[in-house]
C-alpha cells in the first residue's frame, strides 16, 4: 500500500510539473492585426507581442501615455540596449514567463534605459520641471514617450554627457555599482578583477573599481584590450592568449559577467576571504542560466569566500550616485554602435552575439 501511495504521489508530481513546464515553454503565434488605440494622442513605438526573435519586434503606432499626478512624461531621445530585452523577447529563460506572461507577454512595451527631456508633469510632482533633461529606467523606452513616477529611479542628466551616452547608463552602471559596493564590499586598495571587461557591465565596473580606489584587473578579447586599458584597467588578461586562473595571482573580489569559470575555479584564484559577484550566465531556456547560481548557493556554506549572485535594484539614490561620478569625469559610457528606432531589431541581435564593446544604443533624435 505505501509503494503504491507513493508511486501514485510520484506520478502526479510528474504529471504536475509536466503540464508546468508544457504552460511556461508554450509559445503564441504573433498577432497579425494592428494594436488597437483608443482614438487619443498616438505615437510611435517599438514593441512585442509574442516571444521570439528580434523578428517579433515591430515599429507601430501606439497610445501616447499620460501622466499622473505624481508622474512625469519624457520625451525619449536616446533607448539603451541591454541583455535584459532580449530576455523578455524571448521569453528565456521560461521562468521569466510566469511574471511576464505565458504563451505571450502581457506587456507589448520594450526597452527600459532611457535619456530624455521632461515635456509634462503631474500635480504632485516637485522632483522635475518641464524641460529637464533626464535619464533613468521605464518599460518602454523604445518608443518616443515614456511615463515614469518621479520618485523611480530617475536623476538629471549631466551637463557633460550626450543623451546617448546616458542611456547607457542604468541598468548596466546600475549592476556594476552594486556589485562592487554592496556585493563585493570592495575597500580601496584591494585587488579586484572583472571578468567581461569590455561589455555594458564590464565597462563601466572597471571605471567604478578604479574610483573607488582598487587595483583592477580586466578580462577581455585581444582586440578589447587597449580600450579596456583607456578606461582605467592596470592588468588586462586576453583571454584567448592566457588564463587569469593560471596567473598564480589571486585577487580580492572577482566581478564575473560571463560565468564561463565555475564557482569552484573561481575560488582557487581568491584570497581566503575573497568574495565572488556573478553577474552573467550562460544562455538557455531551462537550467543553464542558473547552474553556476545552483553552484554558489551549494558551496559558499562550505568555504571561507563569500559567492553570491543577484539582480540589480533600481534606486534613484543610486542613479543620483552615477550621475555624480559622471559629473565629476570618474565614469563615461563606451559607446560600440548607434543605431535609428527602426533598426531596433538589428540592434538587439548585435546584442545578443555578445560581441559589442561597451553600449549599444538607439537614437530616437
Not at 507589448?108 to 529637464?132: I, L, M, N, S
Not at 542628466?157 to 550626450?162: A, F, L, T, V, W
Not at 542613479?319 to 565629476?328: N, W
Request: aromatic share 8%.
Amino acid at each position: 500500500m505505501v509503494r503504491k501511495i507513493l508511486l501514485a504521489v510520484f506520478i502526479l508530481l510528474f504529471l504536475a510539473v509536466s503540464a508546468l513546464a508544457f504552460t511556461i515553454s508554450r509559445t503564441s503565434a504573433c498577432p497579425t492585426t494592428p494594436v488597437a488605440t483608443s482614438g487619443g494622442e498616438t505615437m510611435s513605438a517599438v514593441i512585442y507581442r509574442c516571444y521570439g526573435s528580434p523578428d517579433v519586434l515591430e515599429l507601430t503606432t501606439v497610445d501616447k501615455p499620460e501622466p499622473k499626478a505624481d508622474e512625469v512624461l519624457i520625451k525619449v531621445s536616446a533607448a539603451g540596449v541591454n541583455p535584459l530585452d532580449w530576455h523578455y523577447m524571448r521569453g528565456s529563460p521560461y521562468i521569466l514567463r510566469l511574471f511576464n506572461g505565458t504563451g505571450a507577454p502581457d506587456d507589448y512595451r520594450f526597452g527600459v534605459d532611457f535619456a530624455g527631456t521632461v515635456v509634462a508633469a503631474g500635480k504632485d510632482v516637485t522632483r522635475f520641471e518641464v524641460g529637464d533633461e533626464i535619464f533613468g529606467g521605464a518599460w518602454g523606452a523604445y518608443g518616443e514617450y515614456v511615463v515614469r513616477p518621479q520618485d523611480r529611479a530617475l536623476a538629471h542628466k549631466p551637463d557633460n554627457i550626450s543623451f546617448e551616452e546616458a542611456a547607457g547608463v542604468p541598468i548596466a552602471a546600475l549592476t556594476a555599482l552594486q556589485a562592487l559596493r554592496d556585493h563585493g564590499q570592495l575597500q580601496p586598495g584591494q585587488r579586484v578583477l572583472i571578468n567581461g571587461a569590455s561589455g555594458g557591465v564590464g565597462t563601466y565596473a572597471v571605471q567604478i573599481a578604479k574610483a573607488m580606489g582598487a587595483h583592477v584587473t580586466g578580462v577581455c578579447s585581444g582586440r578589447n584590450v587597449d580600450m579596456v586599458t583607456s578606461i582605467g584597467a592596470d592588468q588586462v588578461f586576453n583571454y584567448k592568449q592566457e588564463n587569469y586562473l593560471e596567473s598564480g595571482q589571486t585577487w580580492d573580489l572577482i566581478v564575473d559577467n560571463v560565468g564561463n569559470h565555475g564557482p569552484m575555479n573561481n575560488r582557487r584564484v581568491l584570497t581566503p576571504e575573497g568574495r565572488l559577484v556573478l553577474v552573467g550566465g550562460a544562455k538557455g531556456d531551462w537550467i543553464a542560466p542558473f547552474y553556476n547560481l545552483i553552484s554558489t548557493l551549494l558551496l559558499n556554506p562550505f568555504v571561507s569566500q563569500e559567492m553570491t549572485s543577484f539582480t540589480a535594484q533600481m534606486t534613484a539614490e543610486d542613479m543620483e550616485e552615477l550621475a555624480a561620478m559622471i559629473e565629476a569625469d570618474k565614469v563615461r559610457t563606451v559607446i560600440d554602435t548607434i543605431y535609428p528606432l527602426a533598426e531596433t531589431a538589428d540592434a538587439v541581435r548585435h546584442s545578443e552575439s555578445g560581441r559589442a564593446r561597451g553600449k549599444i544604443i538607439v537614437s530616437q533624435r
